[in-house]
């Protein structure tokens, strides 16, 4: 099998199932000539993201598509219209697959067993995630290949499906594709962060891990080791783990907790090596994603598998407090500009703060060469947010620092346009005692 098949179901003259695996270099000629959002809307947002990994050459398991018109096909249009998920769901049940297309996904792996994965056209967007809303199933054998599929229709149609759309105003889209996937029988495994999605550091990735396999993480059964990494530092924090997810042996498919042996359970999962090379792939995928990913990844025997990638859904509301930040105020300037403000008149006003205030600097002694320095806060005194005028509180701290005697001036300024919240200026560098009083005596 190349390492990328997709199934395109189709029926012949006589009606009857049909179906054609296409290989990686033609599923590359599909997706060529396929717009974005006609590619999810049939092999769902998983599998879309897969296909991107593959071609740009991370590690990732090999895999197989079930399209999503293919579930839709066996179900009555008339349960689909009347979101009759009941119906749909004993249609789903009742069943019964073709052996032919069987017996070809079988025989297109080389694998023992296989991950079945969802893939919805919405699933891990730049929005929502939907994590855990749809089923997976880990080691299944051949002989419950169908039923495992199955299964990942099914959670399609099911009501904690429906109350997540409901919850975020999502408008309902039937029918899930269905990702058939080479198992990675991991050693150790887990999930990692482009940006640390508790305190909102952008240069700071966050990986946990847990030995065995990650969903226990995923579903937060398990205590996880986690790793923070900042450039080529690794801060580690461990955790005691008792129990591991792993292949059921005794059942001969499925998954099973067991016991971690004792001296093992407060070993690190992951080396600093493997940590700073999550680190590095997590900076490569924000390079060709161009945002911060949410990953899944597995190692077996010390091989690295990106095993699914989306975006960190919540960036956009997570503040970056080592970020330089802008306090917007128009306490005094709404006296001057009171209404709607057009662009033509802000792009003339803003032009003469900057030229008054470079005057002004000079007159108090800043050199030429700090104001040239400082260019770019000239310019940004002002902003023009909703049609209204504002000041630019970072640009006049900014300034003011330049001058003799910054403390001094912060309060006569804050008194000077009443602004209602002060700002902090975190990149200023206090002068000497004694060259401060050359300043202000110049």
């Known amino acids: 099998m ?38 999810k809307g049939t092999f769902g947002g998983k599998a879309d993201s897969l296909f991107l990994l593959l071609d740009a050459g991370f590690n990732v398991p090999a895999f197989a598509v079930i399209p999503l018109e293919e579930g839709l096909s066996i179900i009555p249009e008339k349960f689909v219209l009347a979101s009759d998920f009941e119906a749909a769901q004993k249609t789903i049940r009742e069943y019964t697959f073709d052996g032919v297309f069987l017996q070809e996904l079988i025989s297109s792996f080389r694998t023992r067993f296989y991950a079945v994965r969802s893939s919805a056209p919405d699933e891990d ?10 089923e997976t199933e880990l080691f299944v054998t051949p002989e419950k290949l169908a039923e495992a599929i199955k299964k990942v229709w099914l959670s399609a149609y099911s009501d904690r499906a429906r109350q997540y759309r409901l919850a975020n105003n999502i ?9 058939i996937q080479e198992m990675v029988e991991a050693q150790s495994s887990g999930v990692a962060f482009g940006i640390n999605p508790a305190t909102g550091k952008r240069n700071e990735k966050v ?48 998954t099973t907790y067991v016991p971690i042996d004792a001296a093992d359970q407060n070993k690190p999962v992951l080396s600093d090596r ?69 662009p033509l008149t802000f792009s003339f006003i803003r032009k003469m703060y900057e030229a008054v205030y470079i005057r002004f600097s000079g007159l108090m002694g800043i050199s030429e060469k700090e104001i040239s320095a400082n260019a770019n806060t000239y310019e940004n005194m002002l902003g023009l947010l909703n049609g209204r005028v504002y000041y630019n509180l970072r640009s006049w701290y900014k300034i003011l620092s330049l001058l003799p005697g910054y403390s001094l001036n912060t309060g006569f300024m804050e008194k000077m346009m009443g602004v209602k919240e002060k700002f902090v200026l975190n990149d200023y560098s206090p002068r000497t005692k004694f060259r401060e009083r050359l300043r202000v005596l110049k």
């Open 171 to 179: 408008s309902s889209r039937h029918g899930i594709a269905v990702v």
């Open 274 to 342: 493997q940590a700073l090379e999550i680190a590095a792939v997590l900076e490569q995928l924000k390079e060709l994603r161009r945002r911060p990913q949410d990953i899944e990844f597995a190692y077996r025997e010390s091989l690295f598998y990106l095993l699914q990638s989306r975006p960190v859904t919540t960036v956009s509301k997570i503040p970056d407090q080592e970020g330089k930040y802008i306090v917007w105020d128009n306490s005094n300037i709404i006296e001057s500009y009171p209404g709607i403000t057009s």
């Open 2 to 39: 190349d390492h990328c098949d997709v199934f395109i179901s189709g029926r012949n003259s006589d009606g009857v199932k049909t179906f054609l695996i296409l290989t990686f270099r033609q599923m590359q000629a599909v997706y060529a000539h396929t717009k974005r959002t006609d590619r």
């Open 207 to 254: 990986i946990s891990a847990v030995f065995g396999l990650g969903e226990g993480l995923v579903s937060g059964q398990m205590n996880a080791d986690n790793y923070f990494v900042g450039g080529k530092k690794v801060i580690t924090e461990i955790a005691e783990k008792k129990e591991q997810l792993v292949f059921n042996k005794a059942a001969g498919n499925g």
């Open 125 to 134: 967007g730049g929005e929502f995630s939907f994590a855990g809303q749809f």
